[in-house]
C-alpha cells in the first residue's frame, strides 16, 4: 500500500459566484455556481501518512521568497486549518494514524490570488492518493468542500465545472459541463493587490444575507445561471463576457452593501476595469470577473490574449500580469515534496 503521494491541483475562476452559504460549517452554498479550472495557477501537495499517535505535521513553503524559499513549519492559523481537514479525512477513511504534509503554490500566494480552492483540493487528493483509497469524483469533491473553502469542491475536476446549490449534508458536489478541450478560454490575471486581502470569503459568505440585494440576486440568478451554462455550451464569447462582468458586479455590489459594508476594490481595480472596457473598445475580446478580492481576472480568447496581457502590464495600477487559461484538472506528480 502506497504512503506517500503528491498532487498537483489547480485554482479556479467562478463565471457565477458562490456567494452565502445554507451551512457555512459544511459550506454548502445558497446559489448554483460554475467555473473555469485554470492551468498554471496551481498548489503541489505532498501526503505522507504514519502511523501511531500524535500530531500531523504541516510544512509550507513560505509564499515570500524574502523569507529564504524553503520548507518550514507553516503558521498556527494556516496549520490548524490543515490539522481539522486531515482529521476529518481520517474520520472519513477510517485510516487511524497521522500525516505529515508539505505544500506550495506555483503562483505567489501573496499575490492575493485564491490559494485554498487548489491548496484544499491538492490536500484532499494527496490524502486519498497516500492511502491508496479508491474514491468516486463525487466524494473527492465532497470531501473537498468540506474543508470549508467551497471552491475546492470545484477544483478537483478539469475544465468547465459546476456546483449545484441542491445537494444537502455530505451529498453536494460538483460536476463538469464541459472538458478543457471544449474551448480555449484564458484568464490574463492583472494583480493590482499583493498581500492577504482584509476580510475572508467566509466572512464575506456570512454577512451576504444582511444586503438588501442579495434576495434579488438570488431571484435573478437562475436566468442568468442558465444562460452562463448555454454560453459556455455554445462557445459563445460575445454572450458570456457580459454576463460574467455583470455577475461579478452583482457579488461586489452585495459586499459593499452587507453590514458591516466589506469594499474589496480598489482605485486599482477602476482603473483595470476602465482599461478592459477601453479594449473592448478597439475590438478586443476580453471581459472582467473579480472573486472576493481586488485584482481583475480578464476573461478573453486567444487571439486577444498576447495584446490583452501586454496592455495590463503597461497600466501603472497594475503590479503583475499572471497568464493563465483552461485546464485538465489535478494530477499526481512523481516528484515528492517531502
Ligand atoms: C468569491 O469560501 O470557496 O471566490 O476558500 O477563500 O476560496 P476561498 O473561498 P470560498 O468562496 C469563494 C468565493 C468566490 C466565488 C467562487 O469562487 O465561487
Redesign the pocket.
Known sequence: MPNKATVRSPSNI?FI???GARDLEH?IPENP?L?MTLKECTSLCTVEHRDGDGAHEVLWRAPDPADGGGFETAPPAFASRVERHLDRLRDWTGCGGRFRVATENTFPAAAGI?S??SGFSALTLAVLAALGREASVEEQSELARLSG????SRSVLGGYVEWPADGAGERCHARQVAPAEHWDLRDVIAVVESGPKQT???DG?RRARTSPYFETRLERLPERYAAVRDAVLARDFARLGPLIEAEAID?HTIAMTSEPAIFYWQPATLEVLAAVRSMRGDGLEAWSTL??GANVHVICTPTSEPEVAGRLAGLAAVEKVLRDGVGPGPALEDQHLL
Open positions: 467562478a459566484k458562490y456567494w459550506a455556481s467555473s485564491a485554498s480552492a473553502s467551497g471552491s475546492a475572508s470569503s467566509l459568505h457579488l472573486d472576493a
